[in-house]
């Protein structure tokens, strides 16, 4: 029965079948412009993936779940995880009636963001071993874990942990993770890290105590292959210098989470989970354990800072759903949601409740924890997998030749590539050729915040400095939606200031195509700043459009035409406007190379088209406008 050929009446189809019909249906199109694509990552992505494709990759596909290298899963019968979520509070009661609602109410994994004195801005105030008993007391400890988010008190909270309860979770403590964020080491040292891990195993076998977080790499603009590289590479570090301290390989391993952030692109993601494990098994095989447990990644997986915006927030929702569906088919042990508005404010009890119904829903509806490795027989995430894990090993293999992780971190390797992939990043941003649903692309013109509302996480205090530290060059975050945010935030303090928002008068003139798309490419380019932009439709003189702006009071006005005729619009519009208004701005909807020149002397500022580097010109007109 296992070999019997099922849909026989359907015989396979070949990889020159497939490109026969592709190359009938382009009619003469170039098959590489048109149908393949490169990933930031360097590799391409191919329009169709047949079983050709994965005919050489034996190593990734023939091997069962719960067996080596464990690309299919470290599990062998199910996928599930624990359903995490992380409490921020001014108070250290509302953050435990927080977390024993949430464990009321499905979730199975508690964190406690502690305040520390890196983030002086936020976290819960604990300050002696009663406020962490206080925190906990009455949480159901058989039946969820505990997680601390503590940074450089991490030592201080393992010291406080209750010696008298069956603790399952980690403490979180990852001091490379704090060495690039502040761009020094302080008080941490090796020795201090395996002194606490061999605590913990002996005490709380099942409460991990170090932490690999792949945040300060991610939150900061690296690929996913980096990403994935500079985390094993630092996990290797740990267990290189902890093993050279006196630990054995086992002890290490059983103590350590992998925390990856979860980014937008869907099947690269669920790809990097799987290509994780497989890299993770095959780096830990060289140090020689005894158990074959040791070679299991434990994967926890946050949904990512990056990709989340401030303004329209309820988008996060749908961003949050597809990372943590990515996380699950990917075989994570521990996901963690992010609430939608977690940008804006400390979230309250319904954003939480939005946050864990996602992954709820995930478990209950759609069942996907009833099924190891979903991914498993598709050829297209099978060859993701393969590349991925290449390109990773790749990079790893570039660390290990500078003499590891914290080598290549004071020698600014890992800082200058991780940099550069924040421009290629930046730069796909200002032309819009990444979109952010809502900020950069769409935005909503009802939606407004204010400074003060941001949840700013990237503001930090320092640490104490102690002699034979480590400094490096600091890893800033980098949030794909703060640029266009700051402008439209200024936009509306200008609006608050002065009582009235800038006005943005579209002059849809001429031919009837152009100025209709014209039209709806500016609305949309020119109210990511936050301005209030008026389309009357058409104008047919230029009477109207001088009563148009009467009406709007508008400072800024879009000529939308056609290359042909605007300049021609120009000179029989503008000069009229100009007599109303002299300060005003004029803007061309198009990039006329011929004309541009010309229209500039008759007062023309500004060219607005698909290839303008959105973000600089609309701080060009805010500057214009005199907003600050």
Same mark, same amino acid.
């Given at each position: 029965m296992a070999n019997e050929k099922l849909f026989t009446d359907f015989p396979p189809v070949t990889r020159e079948a497939w490109m026969a019909v592709i190359q009938k249906d382009l009619k003469g199109a170039d098959f590489e412009k048109k149908l393949v694509w490169e990933t930031t990552e360097g590799f391409k992505i191919q329009p169709v993936y047949t079983k050709e494709d994965i005919a050489d990759k034996q190593w990734l596909t023939s091997n069962l779940p719960g067996t080596f290298p464990f690309a299919r899963s470290t599990r062998k019968l199910v996928q599930d995880w624990s359903i995490r979520q992380d409490f921020d509070s001014s108070s250290v009661a509302e953050a435990n009636r927080l977390a024993k609602d949430a464990a009321k109410n499905g979730v199975t994994a508690i964190g406690f963001i502690i305040e520390n004195k890196t983030s002086p801005q936020r976290g819960i105030p604990v300050h002696a071993s009663k406020d962490l008993e206080a925190l906990i007391e009455g949480l159901p400890l058989d %039946?969820? $874990?505990l997680h601390f988010i503590a940074e450089e008190r991490s030592p201080e909270i393992f010291s406080w942990l209750p010696k008298g309860k069956v603790l399952v979770g980690g403490l979180g403590y990852d001091p490379f993770r704090i060495l690039l964020k502040h761009g020094r080491s302080g008080k941490h040292s090796i020795s201090a890290l395996k002194e606490i891990l061999e605590s913990l195993a002996s005490t709380w076998p099942h409460f991990r105590g170090l932490s690999v977080d792949s945040s300060s790499f991610r939150d900061a603009g690296s690929t +996913? /292959?980096?990403? =994935?590289? !500079?985390?094993l590479s630092a996990g290797a570090e740990y267990v290189q210098q902890l093993r050279e301290a006196g630990m054995s390989v086992d002890t290490i391993a059983s103590q350590m989470i992998f925390e990856f952030s979860i980014g937008p692109d869907y099947f690269l993601e669920i790809a &990097? !989970?799987?290509a994780a494990r497989i890299l993770w098994a095959e780096i830990l095989k060289e140090f020689a354990p005894k158990e074959e447990s040791s070679l299991h990644a434990f994967l926890s997986a946050h $949904? @990512?800072?990056? #990709?989340y915006s401030a303004y329209d927030p309820n988008v996060n929702m749908l961003r949050a759903t597809t990372e943590a569906m990515s996380a699950a088919i990917g075989g994570c042990e521990v996901i963690n949601v992010s609430p939608y508005d977690s940008i804006l404010k400390t979230s309250d009890s319904f954003s939480l409740r939005i946050a864990r119904n996602i992954q709820l829903l995930m478990k209950h509806e759609s069942h996907v924890d009833k099924v190891v490795d979903p991914a498993a027989g598709s050829y297209y995430l099978e060859s993701l997998t393969d590349s991925i894990t290449k390109k990773a090993w790749e990079i790893f293999c570039e660390i290990e030749s500078a003499g590891g992780f914290l080598e290549a971190v004071k020698k600014g390797i890992v800082q200058k590539k991780i940099s550069e992939s924040r421009k290629k990043k930046e730069d796909n941003l200002a032309i819009r050729k990444e979109i952010l649903l809502g900020t950069n692309q769409y935005p909503n013109g009802e939606d407004k915040i204010s400074v003060s509302k941001l949840n700013v996480h990237g503001l930090s205090g320092t640490i104490e /400095?102690?002699?034979?530290? +480590?400094t490096c060059e600091v890893i800033p975050e980098f949030r794909a939606g703060a640029g266009i945010e700051e402008i439209r935030i200024k936009t509306?303090?200008?609006?608050? &200031? #002065?009582? &009235? $928002?800038?006005t943005v008068l579209l002059l849809p003139m001429g031919d009837l195509k152009m100025k209709k798309a014209r039209a709806i490419f /500016? %609305? #949309? !380019? =020119?109210? @990511?700043a936050g301005y209030k932009v008026i389309d009357p439709g058409s104008y047919a003189t230029p009477k109207e459009a001088l009563q148009g702006l009467k009406e709007t009071g508008a400072d800024v006005v879009v000529f939308c035409s056609s290359d042909e005729e605007i300049s021609g619009l120009v000179d029989s519009v503008f000069a009229i406007l100009r007599k109303q208004n002299a300060n005003l701005l004029g803007i061309v909807a198009g990039n006329p190379v011929e004309q541009i020149e010309s229209l500039k002397a008759k007062g023309i500022e500004l060219f607005i088209h698909v290839k303008s580097q959105h973000l600089e010109t609309l701080k060009n007109i805010q500057k214009r406008l005199g907003i600050q």
């Open positions: %039946q969820v $874990t +996913i /292959s980096e990403e =994935l590289a !500079f985390t &990097k !989970f799987r $949904t @990512c800072r990056y #990709n /400095s102690a002699a034979g530290e +480590i509306e303090s200008f609006a608050k &200031k #002065n009582g &009235k $928002t800038p /500016s %609305q #949309n !380019f =020119l109210a @990511c």
